[in-house]
T-cell receptor
Framework: GQQLNQSPQSMFIQEGEDVSMNCTSS?????WLWYKQEPGEGPVLLIA?????ELTSNGRLTAQFGITRKDSFLNISASIPSDVGIYFC??????????FGKGTSLLVTP | GAVVSQHPSRVICKSGTSVKIECRSL??????MFWYRQFPKQSLMLMAT?????????EQGVEKDKFLINHASLTLSTLTVTSAHPEDSSFYIC???????????FGSGTQLSVL
């Protein structure tokens, strides 16, 4: 599958700070998805993006589908301790299988 | 919302034995299911695509005779790890694609530990 470059690899922040992470791909994607995974669990969908330029919010989370269709970012505003986890970007081109980024590990201190 | 049930959540087995993992879509029909493997602190890697009523499509480097996939109905796919070895120890995750709206839903994963 296509390799996605996700950064940063990890973040260690204080409660209340905003967080930003992004993903780029070498090819055009039709869909970008952002997931959160907690230890011992499967990934849970946070936001799905289906159109270039689309900006979508889900509570304190905001994600955008890049105009070039090769990138996406996820922002978390006013982070709280329960935001801790690993965040993955994922996308697919013409097929149905998802390609995942390597994940961003987020730690939030009270 | 749509739920994908994956069972068992955790299994420990001896080297050489076979382990079966089930993935069920509880309130929707899934013509396609996907099996992923995730090693500690790494991303999810697609192993195979399972299509109802036909043979699975395996990704490069995944042994089809070792990881047997059966998708006999629109709500159930199984992954059997045959003659498991310690290097097969991993977190296995399935996902199912809703045949109506094409959305993907993930199971909660199976942690396999081979002694």
């Amino acid at each position: 599958g296509q390799q996605l470059n996700q950064s940063p690899q990890s973040m260690f922040i204080q409660e209340g700070e905003d967080v930003s992470m992004n993903c780029t791909s070498s090819s055009i994607f039709n869909t970008w998805l952002w997931y959160k995974q907690e230890p011992g669990e499967g990934p849970v969908l946070l936001i799905a993006l289906y159109k270039a330029g689309e900006l979508t919010s889900n509570g304190r989370l905001t994600a955008q589908f890049g105009i070039t269709r090769k990138d996406s970012f996820l922002n978390i505003s006013a982070s709280i301790p329960s935001d801790v986890g690993i965040y993955f970007c994922a996308g697919h081109d013409s097929g149905y299988a998802l390609n995942f980024g390597k994940g961003t590990s987020l730690l939030v201190t009270p | 919302g749509a739920v994908v049930s994956q069972h068992p959540s955790r299994v420990i087995c001896k080297s050489g034995t076979s382990v079966k993992i089930e993935c069920r879509s509880l309130d929707f029909q899934a013509t396609t299911m996907f099996w992923y493997r995730q090693f500690p602190k790494q991303s999810l890697m697609l192993m195979a695509t399972s299509n109802e009523g036909s043979k699975a499509t395996y990704e490069q480097g995944v042994e089809k005779d070792k990881f047997l996939i059966n998708h006999a109905s629109l709500t159930l796919s199984t992954l059997t790890v045959t003659s498991a070895h310690p290097e097969d120890s991993s977190f296995y995750i399935c996902s199912a694609r809703d045949a109506v709206n094409e959305k993907l839903f993930f199971g909660s994963g199976t942690q396999l530990s081979v002694l």
